[in-house]
């Protein structure tokens, strides 16, 4: 058959050899994956279902997903060895450059072949400069370099929470960004933690907690078809502690899905009211509640519209942040969230908390929380709101209400930061206050 002719102009349709390079699809699903993060700010988890739609297989999925992360990881290191790589500028949103990191990602973190990682990098950069690409990462192979352990944060991160919280502080995070963080569980019985932990091989850490170790595959392990328990990082598990025991009285859970807190509440004996706004969510939670037996009233609702028909005995409010706290999981956090961002969630927190605060009975609790390393959606955002409320007061947690080697602020706050039980595998970041409405005063 003669070959259909070109129009002058007309894009030459990828050659039958590039179409057939394996594992091309995954790389570039894993190129539309760091765009999505780098170049539009989307999280990696939201872009995942766009960005790998045209992909069949499962594992192409993953491995899209894994160089995509691995890159973000090591993202200022791996500028770094291309940069000392070519005197050529190479710019920050330049493809050459988003290429060259996802190939050397994959010999670096992944143990692909160099000649497999180049021989699908080359045709992602369609038509830009495939010499620079080519040569770059031949002269950074070629030198069999390591990256730094643990890996550099990207400069502005480090220096916002060095400022914020010492020096010490970025360091302890990096270290948690090196390694991946354990598998916590969170029980539907918290009396039966020791016999869970044995029957898992894991440790107990607190009252209805297990840990696991990293990479551990959950759907198979015994108690989780029958609801026994569902994952939960450990500080994310400390907000519904603080409340305790329900005994049937009624607590809003605000910012509810996917429902860990919710759980908690239920299975501590609260009548709960879960509100979100997103639908998708709200089904995951539904699903949750189902898996484990729990039951909860579900309402998705904007929390700046919505409003309950009467005050409830407890509320806790796990408000949208900026989820800095938990970068060990979500690497693309650390290269999407900057001051504009935390300023606008802050702005979010203070309008949603000062709504919240007026459905709490007087003599109940307030329980207000965000996954954030940032002291403006933690420790400034109850400064202002203790400043604008007088019916509230902080009320401390006890150490007896927290798992061992988490400790109330002098402020009488919870906030993990990345030196929290590192040697056990550590924490995401929380920031934590139980607040108390007081009872009106008597005639
Ligand atoms: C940190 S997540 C909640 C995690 C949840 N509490 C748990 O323990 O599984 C924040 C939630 O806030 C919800 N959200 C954000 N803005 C909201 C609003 N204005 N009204 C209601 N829900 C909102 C999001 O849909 C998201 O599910």
């Given at each position: ?201 894991g ?7 297990v ?78 509640l ?10 998705k609702?904007?929390l ?29 956090v ?97 920031f934590?206050?139980?607040?108390t409405?007081?009872?009106p005063?008597?005639?």
């Open positions: 058959m003669p070959h259909p002719r070109r129009k002058p102009g007309q894009k030459a349709a990828p050659s039958r050899s590039a179409q057939a390079v394996p594992g091309l699809a995954a790389r570039r699903a894993a190129l539309r994956l760091l765009d999505a993060v780098l170049r539009r700010g989307e999280p990696l988890e939201i872009a995942l279902h766009a960005a790998t739609q045209g992909l069949a297989d499962r594992s192409d999925k993953a491995l899209a997903h894994a160089i995509a992360a691995e890159t973000l990881r090591h993202l200022p290191d791996l500028d770094a060895l291309i940069d000392g790589a070519t005197a050529q500028a190479i710019p920050a949103d330049a493809k050459a450059r988003m290429v060259l990191r996802l190939a050397l990602a994959q010999v670096l973190r992944l143990e692909t072949a160099p000649h497999a990682a180049i021989a699908t990098a080359l045709p992602l950069v369609d038509g830009g400069p495939r010499k620079l690409v080519h040569g770059v990462f031949g002269t950074v192979t070629r030198a069999s370099p390591v990256l730094p352990d643990p890996p550099t944060l990207p400069g502005e991160v480090a220096a916002r929470w060095a400022g914020q919280w010492g020096e010490a502080m970025p360091a302890a995070a990096a270290r948690a960004y090196a390694v991946r963080p354990p598998v916590d569980l969170s029980l539907r019985e918290p009396a039966r933690s020791a016999e869970w932990a044995e029957r898992l091989a440790d107990t850490l607190a009252p209805g907690h840990r696991l170790p990293e990479g551990t595959p959950v759907p198979p392990l015994p108690g989780f078809k029958e609801g026994e328990w569902w994952v939960q990082d450990l500080a994310a598990s400390c907000p519904a502690r603080l409340l305790g025991a329900g005994n049937g009285r009624h607590v809003l859970d605000l910012c509810a899905a996917p429902g860990g807190k919710t759980m908690q509440l239920a299975a501590a004996g609260w009548r709960v009211t879960a509100v979100d706004q997103s639908a998708k969510r709200l089904e995951r939670l539904g699903e949750n189902a898996r484990t037996t729990l039951s909860a009233d579900l309402v609702a904007d700046r519209e919505w409003a309950p028909q009467e005050p409830a005995d407890a509320v806790l409010l796990d408000a949208p942040c900026s989820a800095t706290g938990i970068y060990r999981r979500h690497p693309d650390l290269h999407r969230i900057g001051p504009r961002q935390i300023e606008e969630l802050a702005a979010l927190q203070a309008e949603l908390l000062a709504r919240a605060a007026d459905w709490v009975k007087p003599g109940g609790h307030l329980v207000y929380a965000t996954c954030s390393l940032e002291p403006a959606e933690g420790e400034e955002q109850m400064t202002a709101f203790l400043a604008a409320r007088p019916d509230y007061t902080i009320d401390p947690a006890r150490q007896e209400e927290l798992p061992a080697g988490i400790a109330s602020t002098g402020e009488g706050f919870v906030r993990t930061l990345p030196d929290v039980l590192a040697e056990q595998g550590g924490t995401d970041g929380f934590i206050a139980r607040l409405r007081s009872a005063a008597h005639p």
